[in-house]
Nanobody
Framework: QLQLVESGGALVQPGGSLRLSCAAS????????MAWYRQTPGKERELVAS????????DYGDSVLGRFTISRDNAKNTLYLQMNRLKLEDTALYYC??????????????????WGQGTQVTVSA
């Protein structure tokens, strides 16, 4: 059955970089858009970035635009999030999630039905 397993979270200093990975299995990976969400206690869940099935279209939340890059390697069934110039407010539990279709259509309101278990990113001096 479908599985999404995030990894790569760590403690990192402000200004540092981190690369998160999401290993997918149990479905035809390149047929589906994927996304990264993050959540911090006391804050609403935030859509960080999303990517179309083929990787040709991406969308980013305003708070990470220009600093984060979402990508995917469909041959490896893996989703990535490259995080650069990290800030304290990037601290969160990061989840990857599977979309319903391949294309990004109104990406900030799309439904992502399946989530991984999350990987913790902590930005601290």
């Amino acid at each position: 059955q479908l599985q999404l397993v995030e990894s790569g979270g760590a403690l990192v200093q402000p200004g540092g970089s981190l690369r998160l990975s999401c290993a997918a299995s149990g479905f035809t990976f390149d047929n589906y858009a994927m996304a990264w969400y993050r959540q911090t206690p006391g804050k609403e869940r935030e859509l960080v970035a999303s990517i179309s099935g083929g990787g040709g279209a991406t969308d980013y939340g305003d708070s990470v635009l220009g600093r984060f890059t979402i990508s995917r390697d469909n041959a490896k069934n893996t989703l990535y999030l490259q995080m650069n110039r990290l800030k304290l407010e990037d601290t969160a539990l990061y989840y990857c999630a599977k979309g319903r279709t391949s294309f990004l259509i109104q990406p900030r309101s799309m439904t992502y039905d399946n989530w991984g278990q999350g990987t913790q990113v902590t930005v601290s001096a």
